[in-house]
């Protein structure tokens, strides 16, 4: 069976790689090498695969009250470095070539981000890992991811999350919210839906770029959802 997209951009949250993880760890290491196991399974079906991975594990910015707003996101965008490290370290652990590109210079740790050099890696089969955001403070790493998508031409963005699909509330608080399998951007943003924040969303709409919502709580969902299984909740224009 063939894979349903051949380019995928994959975004991963920082609470995604600790969760579970016992006391204060910022990463479950079981989970994180299942995930770069799942990554290694798409590459070997040809999936070109880049990810934007956040840093709630570690740092977000808005948590920084006494902070500067600015430096808070600068601090972040480190964080996110250091979560591309890991999972770059881990997927050549098992044999996945992968490169760490980054929006703003951290060398010698990461090459800064080109798009071309990252089509170039991507078409030779290599994972792309981008950290830093956009390198501009008050942007997410959801708007990055976004950008990211259509510079490289991805099929789609696979959002993984810790929560299994769109709901029409958040199922934690309202017993009666429903499970959506499909959603317009317009209907997310009329209905105020966390599914990316509100500039990603709209960025996502006005370029016609589809994405995917579905829970990490069994990584082997990110090889069902580039095959094309029915998962999570698609969003779409």
């Known amino acids: 069976m063939e894979p349903k997209y051949k380019r995928v951009l994959l ?19 079981d989970l994180v090498k299942a995930i770069c196991r799942t990554i290694k399974e798409c590459t070997a079906l040809g999936v070109q695969v880049a990810v934007v991975v956040g840093a709630g594990n570690i740092w977000r910015g808005k948590q920084g009250t006494d902070f500067d707003r600015v430096r808070a996101d600068h601090m972040g965008m480190l964080a996110t470095a250091i979560n591309t490290l890991c999972l770059q370290d881990v997927l050549e652990q098992i044999g996945v070539e992968a490169r760490v590109m980054t929006a703003t210079s951290v060398e010698p740790f990461a090459e800064s981000y080109n798009r071309q050099k990252a089509l170039s890696y991507l078409k030779e089969g290599k994972v792309v890992l981008l950290g830093c955001g956009l390198g501009s403070p008050y942007f ?5 991811a976004v950008l990211r998508a259509k510079e490289l031409e991805a099929d789609i963005v696979l959002l993984a999350k810790n929560i299994d699909a769109v709901y029409t509330a958040d199922p934690r608080k309202d017993p009666t ?30 370029n016609h770029l589809p994405a995917l919502v579905f829970g990490l709580n069994d990584p082997q969902n990110i090889i069902r959802a580039v095959m094309g299984e029915k998962l999570g909740t698609v969003v779409e224009v």
């Open 11 to 29: 975004k991963l949250s920082g609470e995604a790689l600790s969760q579970g993880a016992e006391g204060k760890a910022i990463y479950n290491d």
């Open 177 to 206: 919210a429903k499970k959506l399998e499909r959603i317009r951007y317009c209907e997310v943003l009329a209905q105020n839906l966390a599914v990316m924040d509100l500039t990603a969303t709209c960025f996502a709409m006005e």
């Open 140 to 144: 997410s790493t959801d708007t990055a």
